[in-house]
C-alpha cells in the first residue's frame, strides 16, 4: 500500500491475555517506530527499528513488551499479561534512513478490560 | 530530558482568522522540528518538516517558523477554517533518532 498500514484498528481484550499489534511500513523504508499515545496526551517513545534490529528499545515500559521485525519490513508490537493501564493507541511510523519525515500509520486502539 | 510545551492546549475561534500555535523546547541542540495534524481517534499527518539550518516552511496556508535559539516554533495558521479542526502537534529530533512530543493544541474552528 501507499501508506503505513496498522492492524487491528481496534482491539478489545481482557486483562491477563496476550496481544499483537502489526505493522507494515511503507515500502522501501529501513526505520519504523512504535509510539503510544494516552488520550490527551503527546505520543511517546516505545522502539525504533533500522532494518531487522532494534536501534533504540529505551521507550518499552517493562518486559511485558516486546517488538520484532524479522525480515526489515512488517513489525509486530507483542504485549504479555495485559494490564489496564495498556490501554492506549498505538502508533506506528516509518521513513527512508534515519533522518526526514516521519508518516504515521491510523494507528491501533488497545483497551484492556 | 528535553521537554516539549504546546500552548495553548485549546484554542476556539470563529472561520477566517489567522491563528499561531506555539510551540517551546528545553534542549536546542536539535536536528529537525516537525508540525503533525491529528483528527480525533487518527494517526498523525505530516504537515511541515523544518531543518536546524531552515528559519521556515511553507505550505500552502500553513507556515512553520523555526528559532532554535531560543528553543521555539511556531506555526501560523491563514484564513482558517472549519475543516482545519484538529489536534496539531510538534515533535523535535536530535541526534537520537526519534521524535519527542508536546502534547498538542486541540483547535476548534466554528462557521
Known amino acids: 500500500g501507499a501508506g503505513v498500514s496498522q492492524t487491528p484498528s481496534n482491539k478489545v481484550t481482557e486483562k491477563g491475555k496476550y496481544v499483537e499489534l502489526r505493522c507494515d511500513p511503507i515500502s522501501g523504508h529501513t526505520a519504523l517506530y512504535w509510539y503510544r499515545q494516552s488520550l490527551g496526551q503527546g505520543p511517546e517513545f516505545l522502539i525504533y527499528f533500522q532494518g531487522t534490529g532494534a536501534a533504540d528499545d529505551s521507550g518499552l515500559p517493562n518486559d511485558r513488551f516486546f517488538a520484532v521485525r524479522p525480515e526489515g519490513s512488517v513489525s509486530t508490537l507483542k504485549i504479555q499479561r495485559t494490564e489496564r493501564g495498556d490501554s492506549a493507541m498505538y502508533l506506528c511510523?516509518?521513513?527512508?534512513?534515519?533522518?526526514?519525515?516521519?508518516?504515521f500509520g491510523e494507528g491501533s486502539r488497545l483497551t484492556v478490560l | 530530558k528535553q521537554e516539549v510545551t504546546q500552548i495553548p492546549a485549546a484554542l476556539s475561534v470563529p472561520e477566517g482568522e489567522n491563528l499561531v500555535l506555539n510551540c517551546s523546547f528545553t534542549d536546542s541542540a536539535i536536528y529537525n522540528l516537525q508540525w503533525f495534524r491529528q483528527d480525533p481517534g487518527k494517526g498523525l499527518t505530516s504537515l511541515l518538516l523544518i531543518q536546524s539550518s531552515q528559519r521556515e516552511q511553507t505550505s500552502g496556508r500553513l507556515n512553520a517558523s523555526l528559532d532554535k535559539s531560543s528553543g521555539r516554533s511556531t506555526l501560523y495558521i491563514a484564513a482558517s477554517q472549519p475543516g482545519d479542526s484538529a489536534t496539531y502537534l510538534c515533535a523535535v529530533e536530535h541526534n537520537t533518532d526519534k521524535l519527542i512530543f508536546g502534547t498538542g493544541t486541540r483547535l476548534q474552528v466554528f462557521p
Open positions: 511510523a516509518s521513513r527512508q534512513g534515519n533522518t526526514g519525515e516521519l508518516f
